[in-house]
Structure formats: structure tokens, C-alpha cells
């Protein structure tokens, strides 16, 4: 008999919940009961500058309120450094892992530079960010241990050039319509990435480490996420290869737009479920305006 599908809705409680979260919540939870499958709540707070005591508190009061029950004990990235550390260690053992001490900053400096000097513009990544240009990939091992022990501020990024040459072509299972359609394969492209970040002097992982070994401890076999990391899933599944780790399907579900067209952020300070809540609205009329009907 096959294994019960896993399901998860993985928030940072670096804010509260708005309507876009909901949304996500939302069909992990229905999907997971329509194929009889497991639901599961991750709180990705390893990036412990920016993660609050209170917002995991209102997380899971906002779930609670929604009524979506999830599967216990939730799992805290806080609490499991060690398994961010283990794959930075098999990563690393490959020849895969170099540091950098450029800052943003100072990547965007150096990206004016080649852009004046060549006429032409610099890749930028799929945020939009400007490719690190790789001006550290060959850096001396005894100077860049030199530096990190004294104190200075570094990250630990993938050599993407040496990992790409360890995997062939790299494709995802996408469900653009949820898992009652046929699929589609997706090409992959993580060079579009450049060198990305695994983890920082501060960070025991990225965001990009952290969720593809969450997964695969979690045993989540169903991601549904929002649209904008879409892009994100071709780093992912570089990861997953290279680590020799599952491959779960995805479905990338599309967001909620404010007025000017923009996803709900918490950084511009989109309401929240709370306030939604404080203004007498129900939890189906939640599940209404984040365009799912009524439970």
C-alpha cells in the first residue's frame, strides 16, 4: 500500500499572517484531507535576526481560528541546526561550498563596475537581484580562514558551476492545476541562480538548504506554495539531486494582489488575519475572499 501523501504550510514568523498565507494554508490543509493524506505545520524561523516569539504565537492562533488541524509536534528550524549542518558538511565534502565576504553592497558595486567597463548589463537572478559574480570562488583557502576567524562577516555559497557538472538535466513535476489534473515537467534552470547563499556567519542555513532537508526529514511528498517561488524550485531540485534527497511535486498556486498589483507582504504591512477577524469577518469568509468557497 502506497504511503499517505504529505502536506505542508511552512510560515516565517518574522510578521503576521495575511490573506496570501491563508490562502496557502488553506489548500495544504483541503487538498491533504481530499487525497487522505497528512497535513503539517514548519515554522522556518532559522534566520533568528528576523523570527518573533509572538508572530509563532499568532500563527498558530490564526490556524486555529481558520480551524485547520495539523499534525503534532510542529517542527521549529530553530531547533535543528544540526541537520542544516550535516548537508553543509556532505556539500562541502564534495568541493561544492565556498565562502564570500562580499556584501550586498558590495556585489552591487562590483556589478556597476563590469557593467561600465563591458557596456553590457550583468544577469540579474530571478528576484532581480544582480548574479554574484563569483570574485571569491577561488579565494585561498588560508586566507579565507584567516578572515572568518577574525571575525569577519562571510556566507557560504554553492559553486553552481561544479555542481551542475555532478547532475544531467534537472526537471520538476509541476500540477499548474492542482493534483486532480495531468502534470507538467518543467524544465529546470538553477544556473539562472548563480552562486546562491547556503548559509551565512549568522545563518546556520538558507532558505534554500533549510526547506529541501525539512522536506526530506518531514517526508513531505506534495508542496504547494505560492507562485513567486516557482522560480526558487529550480535550485531545490538541484539540491535534492546533488543530496541524493526525495523529490516531492509541486503545485505552485497563484497569489492575491493588493490594489496595485503587488502579492500581500507583511513588509508593506498587508492586514492581517487578525484584523480580518477583529472586523467580524468568519473563516469561510476567509476561505471566500481567498477565492476557495466556503468549507
Same mark, same amino acid.
Given at each position: 500500500m502506497?504511503a *499517505?501523501p504529505v502536506?505542508?504550510?511552512?510560515?516565517? #514568523?518574522?510578521?503576521?499572517?495575511h490573506?496570501?498565507?491563508a490562502?496557502?494554508? =488553506?489548500?495544504?490543509?483541503?487538498?491533504?484531507?481530499?487525497m487522505g +493524506?497528512?497535513?503539517?505545520?514548519?515554522?522556518?524561523?532559522?534566520?533568528?535576526?528576523?523570527?518573533?516569539?509572538?508572530?509563532?504565537?499568532?500563527?498558530?492562533?490564526?490556524?486555529?481560528?481558520? /480551524?485547520l488541524?495539523?499534525?503534532?509536534?510542529?517542527?521549529?528550524?530553530?531547533?535543528?541546526?544540526?541537520?542544516?549542518?550535516?548537508?553543509?558538511?556532505?556539500?562541502?565534502?564534495?568541493?561544492?561550498?565556498?565562502? !564570500?565576504? =562580499?556584501?550586498r553592497?558590495?556585489?552591487?558595486?562590483?556589478v556597476?563596475? @563590469?557593467?561600465?567597463a563591458?557596456?553590457? #548589463?550583468?544577469?540579474?537572478?530571478?528576484?532581480g537581484a $544582480?548574479? &554574484?559574480p +563569483?570574485?571569491?570562488r577561488?579565494?585561498?583557502?588560508?586566507?579565507? %580562514?584567516?578572515?572568518?576567524a577574525?571575525?569577519?562577516p562571510?556566507s557560504?555559497?554553492l559553486?553552481?558551476?561544479?555542481a551542475l557538472?555532478r547532475?544531467? $538535466? @534537472?526537471?520538476?513535476?509541476e500540477?499548474?492545476?492542482g493534483f486532480?489534473a #495531468?502534470?507538467?515537467?518543467? *524544465?529546470a534552470?538553477p544556473?539562472?541562480? /548563480?552562486?546562491?547563499?547556503?548559509?551565512?556567519?549568522?545563518?546556520?542555513? !538558507?532558505?534554500?538548504?533549510?526547506?529541501? %532537508?525539512?522536506?526530506?526529514?518531514?517526508?513531505?511528498?506534495?508542496?504547494?506554495?505560492?507562485?513567486?517561488? &516557482?522560480?526558487?524550485?529550480?535550485?531545490?531540485?538541484?539540491?535534492? %539531486?546533488?543530496l541524493?534527497? #526525495?523529490?516531492?511535486?509541486?503545485?505552485?498556486?497563484?497569489?492575491?494582489?493588493?490594489?496595485?498589483?503587488?502579492?500581500?507582504?507583511?513588509?508593506? +504591512?498587508s492586514?492581517a @488575519?487578525?484584523a480580518?477577524?477583529?472586523?467580524?469577518? %468568519?473563516?469561510?469568509?476567509?476561505?471566500?475572499?481567498?477565492?476557495l468557497g466556503?468549507?
Amino acid at each position: 500500500m502506497a504511503a *499517505a501523501p504529505v502536506f505542508r504550510f511552512a510560515p516565517s #514568523p518574522n510578521g503576521p499572517l495575511h490573506l496570501g498565507h491563508a490562502r496557502s494554508a =488553506l489548500l495544504n490543509h483541503d487538498m491533504a484531507r481530499a487525497m487522505g +493524506g497528512r497535513f503539517r505545520l514548519r515554522i522556518e524561523d532559522v534566520d533568528g535576526t528576523r523570527a518573533r516569539a509572538e508572530h509563532v504565537a499568532s500563527i498558530l492562533a490564526d490556524l486555529d481560528w481558520l /480551524g485547520l488541524a495539523y499534525e503534532r509536534p510542529v517542527r521549529r528550524q530553530s531547533e535543528h541546526s544540526a541537520d542544516y549542518r550535516a548537508q553543509l558538511d556532505r556539500l562541502q565534502a564534495m568541493g561544492l561550498v565556498y565562502p !564570500s565576504f =562580499l556584501s550586498r553592497t558590495a556585489i552591487k558595486a562590483a556589478v556597476d563596475r @563590469l557593467e561600465a567597463a563591458s557596456g553590457q #548589463p550583468w544577469p540579474r537572478d530571478p528576484d532581480g537581484a $544582480p548574479v &554574484y559574480p +563569483g570574485t571569491e570562488r577561488d579565494l585561498a583557502p588560508t586566507v579565507a %580562514t584567516t578572515r572568518i576567524a577574525a571575525g569577519e562577516p562571510f556566507s557560504l555559497r554553492l559553486d553552481m558551476v561544479e555542481a551542475l557538472k555532478r547532475v544531467g $538535466p @534537472l526537471t520538476w513535476t509541476e500540477y499548474p492545476d492542482g493534483f486532480a489534473a #495531468p502534470p507538467k515537467t518543467i *524544465a529546470a534552470d538553477p544556473a539562472a541562480w /548563480g552562486d546562491v547563499i547556503l548559509a551565512g556567519k549568522f545563518t546556520p542555513a !538558507s532558505y534554500h538548504l533549510a526547506v529541501v %532537508t525539512d522536506d526530506a526529514i518531514e517526508g513531505v511528498t506534495h508542496v504547494v506554495r505560492g507562485h513567486d517561488l &516557482y522560480p526558487a524550485t529550480s535550485v531545490h531540485r538541484l539540491l535534492q %539531486t546533488v543530496l541524493d534527497l #526525495p523529490e516531492p511535486v509541486y503545485h505552485h498556486h497563484s497569489l492575491i494582489l493588493d490594489t496595485d498589483g503587488r502579492k500581500l507582504s507583511k513588509s508593506r +504591512g498587508s492586514r492581517a @488575519l487578525r484584523a480580518l477577524a477583529d472586523d467580524g469577518l %468568519t473563516p469561510d469568509d476567509v476561505r471566500r475572499l481567498a477565492g476557495l468557497g466556503g468549507s
